[in-house]
């Protein structure tokens, strides 16, 4: 190797010390094939998170769009009736084998197991100023939200919901939204509502 190579090939590697960055970019730029080309550059955006938890929802699950169709008037005359309802899941997936066990928040018991995870999952959302046991809508009156588990127990908005165990691999969860009347004067046309979720593990 001739001096005048050696010589610029120092100028390369001598500012990369304890500068890593720089030295990826100043290598970049000096390698061949890597001049920037105008109009024919992007960014990628990468995020995710680092969880130490027994199950990973699936990303299918973290944002869903429920469609409860349309409603007829008639299943909804006098407050407290309840139109068909439609159900939604959450579906986890690389659950380990591991013990669990989390405070049920209304019956003050523990529930655990030695062998499967346990989860509650808390819905966030508004609820409705006529009955706050229900989601409130947006677009229509005299009609809130119902939210059940799998077993028709109401969802308490804001609230733990009941520890439910999940199987060790892949398993899904289930709760029902139904449109329920309130008191309030009902009137028609589209409606939507927001509902956040957040998981929880001991």
């Known amino acids: 190797m001739s001096d005048s190579a050696v010589r610029h090939r120092e100028r390369l590697v001598m500012p990369c010390r304890g500068r890593v960055l720089g030295c990826l970019l100043l290598a970049l730029q000096a390698a061949p094939g890597y001049a920037e080309i105008e109009g024919m550059s ?96 947006r677009g229509v009156t005299g009609m809130g939200l119902r939210l059940t588990d799998a077993l028709g127990r109401d969802v308490r908005l804001g609230a733990r919901g009941e520890p439910l165990f999940l199987d060790r691999g892949s398993d899904t969860l289930t709760w029902q939204v139904r449109p329920t009347r309130t008191r309030a004067a009902l009137t028609s046309g589209a409606f939507r509502a927001t509902l956040d979720f957040r998981l929880v593990y001991e």
């Open 42 to 137: 992007g960014v990628l955006l990468v995020s995710g998170a680092l969880t130490n938890s027994p199950c990973v929802l699936d990303m299918t699950s973290a944002d869903q769009a429920i469609d409860l169709g349309s409603v007829p008037r008639n299943q909804l005359l006098q407050p407290g009736d309840e139109a068909s309802p439609v159900a939604f899941q959450l579906r986890f997936v690389d659950c380990r084998r591991a013990s669990g066990s989390l405070l049920n928040e209304r019956t003050g018991n523990l529930v655990w197991s030695a062998y499967q995870p346990v989860v509650s999952v808390a819905f966030l959302g508004q609820a409705d100023p006529d009955d706050p046991r229900l989601l409130k809508v």
